[in-house]
Every structure is written in structure tokens, then in C-alpha cells.
């Protein structure tokens, strides 16, 4: 029976062969039409199908699962597509979101600028941290900082400017306190250091030192030098508060009394300051009517020549005679006057009415006479200061020659660039500029040869003992000889005893000015007392 099969087998490829060489070969006439050949009769016989002409056509053939359900299987196809190009786009939705809220999350918690934790993050850990003091009796400190003067830097620049000089603060305070320690940016030129879990005075004194200290080095914004101050409100929690709004009021509260201090500092809280500061405020109320109510007068204190033994100049010096606080000096409302934006008016004021006064006793001298005015580093940096000066000396039609300003060393420092642009301005206008309190601030001989500046005035701590410290003496005698180098002349304040002003003679100090001479008087005592004679 194989045998048999295998014959058929044979004839039947023989049939298949022979039908491909006639379909190959045959003239397109003579072609025969595709024949049918059954798929059952090749199996039976074990034939492959391989061996068919491209004519053939195969019938009762066995149909794959695809060709027989084609069109099913397309259709699931299609549908795995589409369910995972769903899935790949849920997948990058919910990446999107979490981009989103991270975005959210920063804007919400961040401060964009400088991209330290700001308001809203500093309440919530501040409120976490209070209630973990509260269980565990392990409090912590918090610093309020305030940049001393820093609205004068954003006014006079332009906010870009100032925008620059916070984030470069922000940076030094990441460098020195680490990254470990929560530092905010309370908002404007305010920052706050939450130092956790300490109350250890001796440590933390250490860590303030250390940032105050850190802005005697310079900053540096489009190739200009800047010297910067902070002052510093010091808090001890739960202590000095076991809520977030007192926590940061008694802090705030601290900090300003650092900037009434001199600046430049810390202080720590204490319970009397509250009402220290609720003073304060009604001081600075009283203030600004101060001017309309005739409150404020001038006194003036003479220089004197030490080789004629003659006056040649006055310094004008603002008084308040309140009626609430009766005779209140200038070192009590000034800096109230800086804080509160009041200065520029004030010091509009003052250099007026040392117009006046000028005009009146150069009419009466024969040689010009200078009254000079001191000048806030507030009211310096003003961008409307010059034009206000022009049209004083101008409405009261003084010679500018007979007016000088006083600037305190440590004040023409804050913004040294700024500072010697406007000087330069009021020298070139004929004004007379004297850098006061020298010695007691930065005392750079490298900008000493820099200031625009006519005179130097040594400060009083180093007149008081000048016969008795030989140390003071070797200081004002080089002051005195530096000065002399550089054109300059100078003024020695405070001189109360003959023995200082023999002294100061004799190191050739070219005027002196104190109580020896004369205290400040006002305008009537001294025109009946000088000009009467």
C-alpha cells in the first residue's frame, strides 16, 4: 500500500510539474485558466502546497486563526493600541501633575526671588515647632533681620538693583548657617533664621557674631562696591512667645532697637521693649506735625581758627522743643526721622533755614563765614537731593560758597560710589563737604584719598584725652599730618580745656570747635553776642 502511495505521489508531482513547464512556456494564447486544486487531496497524499504554480488556486484549504477571525484579531489589535496610548498619556498626565504641584508647591512655599522658604512655609514650621517646644520643653531662637538703609539702595538703583543684592544676601546666610538651619525671606529686605532645639546663649551669641560680622566684607553688583549692615532682633521660644504672632512681633520689636542702638547689631528681646516701642511710635507721630507747628529751631556752634583764634564757620544743629516731650535732642528722633521716611522733609528744613541764617551774618561779616549742615546718608542717597539743594540756594539767593554739609565717615561708606558722585556734585557747585566722626568708622586711608571732601573733623574720643594718652596723641598727630598731605584741613571736636587746644596747636589743627569756644546757641543770642560788639 506505500509503495502503492508513493507511485500516485510521484505521478501526481510528475502532472504538477509538467503543468508548470506548459503554463511557463506556453504562448499567453495559449494559456489555460488557473486550475482548482483540493487542499484535502494534497494532504492525503502528503503533497506540500510549496510545489503549486502562482495559477494554482487551493481550495478547502486550512485557514490560520488569523485568516479565519481576521478581522477580530484586527479589532483587538486596535484596541491594545488605543488602551496603551491611554495608559501612556495617564502615565505622562500624572507626571505633568506632579510637575505642576512641585511647581504649585514652590510658588507656594518659595520665595521666587531669592528661593529661600518664605512666608507661608516659615508660619507653618514655626507653628510645627512651637507645639513640639510646648511637649518636649526644648525651645529654639529666632532672628529677625533687617538690612539697615536698604530702601535707599533700592530707590537710588532701582529695584533690579536691590533685587540682585537679596539674593546675594540670601546667599551669605545659606553660607553661614548651613544648609541645615531654616532661613526665610520674611518679605522686602527682611529675612528670618529659626535655629531649633538650642538655648545655649554662648552659642548663639557665637552664630550672630559670625553674621553680623560677615557683612563688614563687601558686595559686588555690576562691578560697584557696596558695604551693607543688618540688624538683628533676637526671640528665645517658648519664652519671649508660644505664638507665631508674638513670637515674630517681639522679634520685630527687638530688631528695631538694634537699628535705635546704632545698627549694625543684635539685641534680644525684653518685655519692656513693647512699651519702649508703642512710645516710639507716638514720638514719630508727634514728629511729623513737628514742622507745621513751629516745634523744631536750629542752634549754631562756632569753629574757630587756631592761628587768628577767629570764627569762620558754624555748624547748624536741629533742636525739638515739643510741647509733649519738652527739649528733645537730635540723637532721640533722627534716626525715628530715617526710619519713618521723614528725613528728606526735615532735612529740607534744616538746610534752608541755614541758608537764611548765612545770608544774615554774611551781611554783617566782612570775611564769608560758612554754616555748615549735617547731612543723613537717608537724605544723601534721595535721587531728588541735588535738585532739592539748587532750588534752596536759589530761592534764598545764598552764595554756595558759604554753605558746607557734614557727613559721617561711616555714613559716606554705606554707598561709597553713590556717595562720592553726589559729593562731587555739591563741591562742584562751590559747597563746602567736611567728613565728620573721623576715626571712628571704616578709616581707609585707600578711600581717604578718594572722598570728595574739604576738611576732616577728629572725633571728640580722641580730644578727651588727648594730654593724658599718649596713644590718642600719636593718632591726631598723624590724622593731622596725612590730612595736611592730602590739602585737607581740620577740625577738632569737643575741645572743653585750654590744655587740649594748646595741644592741638601745637600739632597744627587748623580749628577747633566745643564748649571751650562755645556751646550751641540760637539764632538771637548769637547775633546779640557776636555781632553786637
Known sequence: MKKYMKVVKRLILCLLFFSMISFTYAEPKNRVLPMNLNNNVLLKYDISSKFLLKYNILIHKNLTFYKSHKLLVLILIGMFI??????????????????????????????????????????????????????????????????????????????????????????????????????????????????????????????????????????????????????????????????????????????????????????????????????????????????????????????????????????????????????????????????????????????ERACEFSKKINNNSKENIIVSVNVSVVELMNVNYISTIKKILEKIEVNPKSIGIEITETALMESFETNEAILNELIELGIQVSLDDFGTGYSSLNYLKKIPTNILKIDKSFVDDIKNDEIDETIIKAIIEIAHKLNLEVVAEGVETEEQKDKLKEYKCDQIQGYLISKPLPEDDIFREVFSA
Open 82 to 351: 488605543i488602551m496603551g496610548s491611554l495608559i501612556v498619556l495617564l502615565i505622562m498626565n500624572i507626571e505633568k501633575r506632579k510637575i505642576q504641584e512641585k511647581k504649585i508647591k514652590k510658588f507656594a512655599y518659595y520665595d521666587i526671588l531669592t528661593g529661600l522658604p518664605n512666608r507661608t512655609y516659615l508660619n507653618e514650621t514655626l507653628k510645627n515647632e512651637l507645639e513640639v517646644a510646648k511637649t518636649s520643653g526644648i525651645g529654639g531662637v529666632v532672628f529677625f533681620i533687617d538690612v539697615d538703609n536698604f530702601k535707599i539702595l533700592n530707590d537710588t538703583f532701582g529695584h533690579g538693583f536691590g533685587d540682585e543684592i537679596l539674593v546675594d544676601i540670601g546667599k551669605r546666610f545659606k553660607e553661614l548657617v548651613g544648609e541645615d538651619k531654616f532661613i526665610a525671606r520674611l518679605g522686602g529686605d527682611e529675612f528670618i533664621i529659626l535655629l531649633k532645639n538650642i538655648n545655649d546663649r554662648t552659642v548663639i551669641d557665637n552664630i550672630l557674631n559670625e553674621i553680623v560680622s560677615s557683612f563688614e566684607k563687601p558686595f559686588y553688583i555690576e562691578e560697584k562696591e557696596f558695604y551693607l549692615t543688618i540688624s538683628i532682633g533676637v526671640t528665645l521660644y517658648p519664652k519671649d512667645g508660644d505664638n507665631l504672632d508674638e513670637l515674630l512681633k517681639n522679634a520685630d520689636t527687638a530688631m528695631y532697637r538694634a537699628k535705635d542702638s546704632g545698627r549694625a547689631r543684635y539685641v534680644y528681646f525684653e518685655k519692656d521693649m513693647n512699651e519702649k516701642s508703642f512710645e516710639k511710635m507716638q514720638m514719630q507721630n508727634k514728629l511729623r506735625n513737628a514742622i507745621e507747628n513751629d516745634e523744631l529751631v536750629l542752634y549754631y556752634q562756632p569753629k574757630v581758627d587756631l592761628k587768628n583764634n577767629e570764627i569762620i564757620e558754624y555748624e547748624a544743629l536741629i533742636r525739638w522743643i515739643s510741647p509733649d516731650y519738652g527739649f528733645v535732642p537730635p540723637d532721640r528722633f533722627i534716626s525715628i526721622a530715617e526710619e519713618s521716611g521723614l528725613i528728606s522733609k526735615l532735612g529740607a528744613w534744616v538746610f
